[in-house]
């Protein structure tokens, strides 16, 4: 008898704390999608900053990885015909190779028959302006790495402005109150850090890959005028 009382004790008890649990632990689980949502209105020109950068590094890495290619057997082919004097074809062979490379060289093709002097400083400056098209929008991912935080750091402050007007006027000072404001507000400092760390690198990585580019077209450079003084 007193086993079975001892029973149903124990049973009550087990049953008073389940339902004492589920009223003190709700459910507080949240999508991803909802907790970003919680980071306010600087989201907006945080996510059109994202996806502009996004834009940006596919279109800008597309072009680079095309004009940027060097065909090694483009310049055999062209000292093969400038040795024997057939210039249009030389010609020919580099327009045909549609890159960077092939640009520069059909630049000093073109002026053969004037001063060294003169058919290096117009292969620089055909080798500048393929640079400069390679150039063109990076600088927005560098404004972007910049300006991104500073929208993030701009929300979060406003978001703490609200937090202690409120306390101001409702004299809730409670921790629950104060942390859960700040979470939500420290989200757009977050995001703004990811989206300018994301602009920062692909800013480097791509201008790693122009001075690569660089470096090799001066050497193509520099042969083309050798084999000029050499003919």
Excluded: C, W
Aim: hydrophobic share 45%; glycine share 10%; no cysteine.
């Amino acid at each position: 008898m007193f086993s079975f009382i001892q029973l149903q004790a124990d049973t009550l008890t087990t049953a008073a704390s389940s339902v004492v649990i589920e009223k003190i632990a709700p459910n507080t689980e949240i999508s991803v999608l909802g907790f970003i949502l919680k980071g306010g209105f600087f989201l907006i020109p945080i996510a059109i900053l994202l996806f502009y950068t996004f834009y940006v590094i596919i279109e800008r890495y597309r072009y680079i990885n095309k004009v940027s290619k060097i065909d090694p057997r483009l310049m055999g082919d062209v000292r093969d015909n400038l040795v024997s004097g057939n210039l249009d074809m030389a010609r020919a062979i580099a327009e045909r190779s549609n890159s960077a490379s092939g640009n520069i060289i059909k630049e000093g093709i073109l002026v053969i028959g004037r001063p060294i002097a003169e058919i290096e400083s117009n292969m620089d400056r055909a080798a500048d302006i393929e640079i400069g098209e390679m150039e063109k929008q990076l600088s927005h991912l560098g404004l972007i790495a910049g300006i991104a935080p500073t929208l993030g750091f701009i929300g979060t402050i406003s978001g703490v402005i609200k937090i202690f007007y409120s306390i101001s006027v409702t004299e809730d000072i409670s921790i629950g109150n104060i942390s859960g404001g700040l979470y939500e507000k420290m989200i757009s400092s977050g995001s703004g850090l990811l989206v300018g760390i994301i602009a920062y690198s692909a800013y480097h990585l791509l201008n790693g890959k122009i001075d690569n580019f660089a470096l090799k077209i001066q050497k193509q450079i520099l042969e083309f005028v050798n084999i000029i003084q050499r003919s």
